[in-house]
């Protein structure tokens, strides 16, 4: 069983920064491959961004492209994302989940979020 405990979302102005962490506990991180998803209000959860085990190749939506960075720190059982350039339509809790790649293409374990809001 992995734990996932988001943190990091706070107020920020339109093209700053913010840095998303997402800890895991209970279980071997490198075996896993986490995402990063945001639901805002009234619309449906889409993913952000993901990052494989082992090699850490990542994979980005396009709407966030060129912006958001996801990396790991397999010694820290962290996952980071780090949003630059950020705008309103970022605004949404951002929750990171967590899934054995090598087993199943589902995200079996998900953390309680973080909101962010990006003020214009």
């Known amino acids: 069983q992995v734990q996932l405990v988001e943190s990091g979302g706070q107020l920020v102005q339109a093209g700053g920064s913010l840095r998303l962490s997402c800890a895991a506990s209970?279980?071997?991180?490198?075996?896993?491959?986490v995402g990063w998803f945001r639901q805002a209000p009234g619309k449906e959860r889409e993913f952000v961004a993901r990052?494989?085990?082992?090699?850490?190749?990542?994979y980005y939506a396009d709407s966030v492209k060129g912006r958001f960075t996801i990396s790991r720190d397999d010694a820290k059982n962290t996952v980071y994302l780090q949003m630059n350039s950020l705008k309103p339509e970022d605004t949404a809790v951002y929750s990171c989940a967590a899934r054995d790649e090598w087993v199943t293409s589902d995200w079996g374990y998900w953390g309680q979020g973080t909101q962010v809001t990006v003020s214009s």
């Open positions: 209970g279980g071997t991180f490198y075996k896993y491959g």
């Open positions: 990052i494989t085990r082992s090699a850490g190749r990542t």
